[in-house]
């Protein structure tokens, strides 16, 4: 993964990947979140499932996910203090969280970077 950074821009998923680049000043990290009714539609229609079906595919890769994540990160996976940004694309829909992203790495790129912290007021 850092490799994979070194060589030029990259877009990872999962992979605990914010964790292995947090060092790095190009990273974006993302968790792209929706509830789980759209979810289960999404799944079901995609791999023709059921909603049962479904919502316990769903689950049973959350659980997976966050384990993983968890385990080797000592972060929360899904918790919104671990990223950068989170999306929640039942709201935007694929096109609409796409545009998000590409909206976030511009002002990455354009090198909006000074925290909140930074800019106090002197009196504060």
Not at 84 to 110: H, M, P, R, W
Request: glycine content about 6%; hydrophobic content about 35%.
């Amino acid at each position: 993964i850092k490799q994979l950074a070194k060589e030029g821009p990259c877009v990872i998923i999962g992979r605990c990947a914010d964790y292995a680049l947090e060092d790095n000043p190009n990273l974006l990290s993302v968790f792209i979140h929706a509830d789980m009714d759209a979810r289960v539609h999404r799944i079901a229609n995609i791999y023709g499932l059921t909603a049962n079906k479904a919502s316990d595919r769903i689950r049973k890769n959350d659980k997976s996910r966050s384990s993983y994540y968890n385990y080797y990160t000592c972060k929360e996976w899904g918790n919104a203090d671990s990223y950068d940004l989170c999306i929640n694309s039942a709201k935007y829909g694929i096109d609409g969280t796409v545009e998000l992203l590409k909206a976030a790495i511009a002002q990455k790129e354009k090198g909006y970077k000074t925290s909140i912290e930074e800019k106090k007021p002197a009196n504060f």
